[in-house]
């Protein structure tokens, strides 16, 4: 998958395509559009290469997944304190230049 998503960004150039400057509309789009159509891929090749998870008696309830946690999306109080936290550290981490720049 990485050496695909590499790949899409290079082949423009086959197609006739030059990155004159990284901040071209141009070449903004393109990457965009490599980009997009890396992860559609991802998604679709997760869901289709995954195994369905047994639904006998034996089988253990934590092993069954939804096609959304299959992609790492899941709204549980552990990923709203995950993402509490994280902003949190970058907050604090700002701070002292904030700071600094206010005693300057």
């Known amino acids: 998958l990485a050496v695909g998503f590499v790949g899409s960004l290079h082949i423009w150039k086959l197609?006739?395509?030059q990155d004159e400057?990284?901040?071209n509309d141009g070449t903004i789009k393109r990457r965009f559009v490599s980009t997009l159509t890396s992860c559609i891929l991802g998604a679709v090749l997760v869901v289709v290469l995954a195994e369905p998870a047994?639904?006998?008696a034996e089988a253990p309830?934590?092993?069954s997944f939804t096609v959304p946690e299959l992609l790492g999306i899941s709204v549980s109080?552990?990923?709203c304190r995950a993402c509490a936290q994280t902003v949190l550290l970058t907050a604090i981490c700002f701070l002292g230049p904030v700071v600094q720049h206010l005693l300057d």
Request: hydrophobic share 25%.
């Open 15 to 17: 197609f006739g395509y």
């Open 21 to 23: 400057d990284r901040n």
């Open 54 to 56: 047994s639904t006998s």
């Open 61 to 63: 309830s934590h092993l």
């Open 77 to 79: 109080i552990e990923a």
